[in-house]
């Protein structure tokens, strides 16, 4: 089967992670890295597995967009970057994939928005959060079948599992989810709370979910439209799933999620790293399908 | 408002978290008229900072934390303006709270903050630390659970907190596990680690009957600040209470400036009658202590534990056995729906 080319700009755990992924894809060839740093971990597995690899970041990948067909980027590097990033990749005609904060482009979960890729026009596609990933699609199930007037999430991440990124950034993390439940969940308002904890052995990705609903809630529909979207997540994170719950309490609707990782570069305890290196493959399998078609 | 602390006639600084911290013993409903009578008190009784916040802190207004009966602004504005001396001071926990949450809060009045993390979580601080440095706030670095960093960990947090802009580095008893000796232990490992002019305070929880015992090894190991509260209005079984700290600190020469019969008079004649009930090491707090659980968790704790039959003890137990740390209150009926599905 033919396979869409694609490159990945970063060579750190994420992007790392994301290789390994992106491997076992039927569609995706992972055909580039890009790194700044010869040393990185990441790039010399990346050669090892055969793909072309440079250390002197995004300006000498772009000659060899078109000579290569790349038409997917990935790109796992930082907020700032990703600005710059997309700026010099944009012109190529590639589709690009987010897993940085930058949030210039879609905010993309491939269980809710799954159709809108290949209608909409949008070239840049952004992951949103860990956080965002493991709990929009749930936030976004309960809203089909009551309005949500308010969505609260507690994500907690294992200490390990945090990097300097996210732990320098913690205000962006809040803000950035509690705007994807709102806009991609369809919530009138939302919180999001992080708590990161440093227990030995590491604790697995947990999130609790809260919705609070003016109606009577439907506890049957909830239950089936809660079972069905968590299969929808599993078909791409298979360690997601619901711990406990959902929990009724008068006006109030809770769901204990878990997310436990496929463990390619990544430990399984790092679920908040892995469901975004899942989603963004799974983005990327999307887009692919539409230019295989 | 003054705009700075004076040391005159203070060998140590008292932070008054009644209106914080008790805010836990209240279950954050403390109504803004209440805050004020209290925070004039404790003003006119010459303590010099008094913290003001939803028991979480900025941000703590939640499903989570629970909802105050007024938001943080209106309790910092009705309170800051009525101080003749006092600097209100307010929580700010990175994760629940954020910088805008704070700039608010400085707007209101604010003009102190305990940045705080998990004790070995010092370098998700270093953005609220360097914004409350910018906005002039006296800051300080708050080190919660303490007891499960060793004295050299916690010295090596204190040093980030420091190297981000952190005046004051504090060990937080939040679980109220820690004996005297482990108390003076991670206070001089800090000691010697800060630079001089960086101060090192301590914030007690009752819930092993250690709080004025634990503050007072504190000050003896070189904290120059110490946290305490009315009658000890605060989560779990309390904090130090304040009256009583005053006076032992009379009793050993150490000077707080404050004026121990006012204080007394404001434990016994406004915040007891205040009080849904009494702060006291009952069994639930004395398990908090024992099992190294966060004090926050007394409440709802109670409440998931008689909801899903069963004893409270055994459910603290548990959430310290798996780790749970401060903020994860979300994991308490979780752990309960576990614990009855493991043995219905």
């Known amino acids: 089967m033919r396979k869409v080319r694609c490159a990945i700009i970063g060579s750190g755990n994420i992007s790392t992670d994301l290789l390994y992924k992106l491997k076992r894809s039927a569609v995706l060839d992972p055909v580039w890295m890009v790194g700044i740093d010869p040393e990185s971990e990441g790039l010399k597995r990346a050669a090892g597995m055969g793909l072309k690899i440079t250390s002197s970041g995004i300006a000498s990948l772009v000659p060899h967009i078109q000579e290569d067909r790349i038409q997917i980027v990935f790109d796992a590097t930082s907020a700032k970057a990703h600005v710059e990033n997309w700026g010099l990749v944009q012109g190529e005609g590639v589709r690009m994939v987010d897993l940085t904060p930058a949030a210039i482009g879609k905010l993309y979960v491939p269980s809710i928005n799954l159709s809108e890729i290949n209608d909409s026009g949008e070239r840049n596609f952004n992951m949103i959060s860990c956080g965002g990933q493991a709990t929009t699609p749930i936030v976004h199930a309960i809203s089909q079948v009551h309005d949500i007037r308010y969505a609260e999430v507690v994500a907690s991440m294992s200490s390990q599992s945090v990097g300097p990124g996210s732990r320098a950034n913690l205000d962006e993390v809040l803000n950035t989810t509690s705007n994807a439940l709102i806009k991609v969940s369809g919530a009138q308002s939302a919180k999001v709370l992080v708590v990161v904890n440093p227990a030995e052995p590491p604790m697995l990705m947990r999130n609790t979910v809260s919705c609070v609903i003016d109606s009577e809630i439907d506890e049957a529909a909830i239950n089936d439209a809660i079972t069905r979207r968590v299969e929808q997540v599993r078909q791409y994170v298979p360690g997601y799933r619901v711990a406990n719950g959902p929990c009724f309490e008068e006006n109030k609707i809770i769901v204990y999620l878990e997310v436990k990782g496929e463990g390619d570069f990544l430990p399984p305890y790092a679920g908040n790293l892995d469901i975004m290196t899942a989603a963004a493959r799974r983005t990327g399998e999307i887009i692919a399908e539409g230019i295989l078609q | ?344």
């Open chain 2, 1 to 344: 408002m003054n705009a700075k602390i004076t040391r005159d006639n203070r060998d140590i600084l008292l932070h008054d978290m009644s209106l914080r911290d008790g805010m836990h013993a209240k279950k954050e409903q403390i109504e803004v008229a209440q805050m004020v009578a209290i925070a004039k008190a404790l003003d006119s009784a010459n303590v010099p900072l008094i913290q003001v916040t939803h028991g979480a802190g900025l941000g703590g207004n939640s499903l989570q934390y629970g909802f105050a009966v007024a938001s943080n602004e209106e309790y910092i504005e009705a309170v800051a303006q009525e101080m003749s001396q006092a600097l209100i001071s307010v929580l700010l926990i990175p994760g629940i709270g954020t910088i805008a949450e704070l700039e608010s809060a400085y707007r209101a009045g604010a003009r102190s903050v305990h940045v705080a993390t998990h004790c070995t979580e010092a370098d998700t601080s270093p953005a609220h630390i360097g914004r409350a440095r910018e906005l002039g706030m006296d800051t300080t670095g708050f080190l919660m659970m303490a007891h499960l960093n060793d004295p050299a960990g916690l010295a090596r947090q204190g040093r980030l907190m420091e190297s981000y802009g952190a005046q004051t580095v504090y060990v937080t008893d939040s679980a109220g596990f820690l004996m005297p000796d482990d108390v003076t232990a991670r206070i001089k490992s800090l000691r010697e680690a800060l630079r001089p002019v960086t101060e090192i305070g301590f914030h007690a929880h009752h819930n092993l009957g250690m709080g004025v015992a634990n503050s007072i090894a504190a000050v003896r190991a070189g904290a120059t600040r110490i946290d305490a509260s009315l009658g000890g209005m605060g989560a779990g079984a309390g904090n130090c209470p304040i009256e009583i700290f005053a006076a032992a600190c009379e009793r050993l020469s150490i000077r707080t400036g404050a004026d121990l019969f006012a204080l007394m008079d404001a434990a016994e004649d406004i915040v007891s009658p205040l009080l849904d009930e009494p702060i006291r090491v009952d069994r639930a707090a004395l398990t908090l202590g024992y099992a190294g659980v966060y004090s926050t968790f007394l409440h709802k704790s109670k409440l998931v534990a008689e909801k899903h039959g069963l004893a409270v003890r055994d459910l603290l137990v548990e959430l310290g056995r798996r780790r749970m740390i401060g903020g994860q209150e979300d994991m308490i009926e979780d752990t309960a729906i576990d614990m009855k599905r493991a043995a219905p």
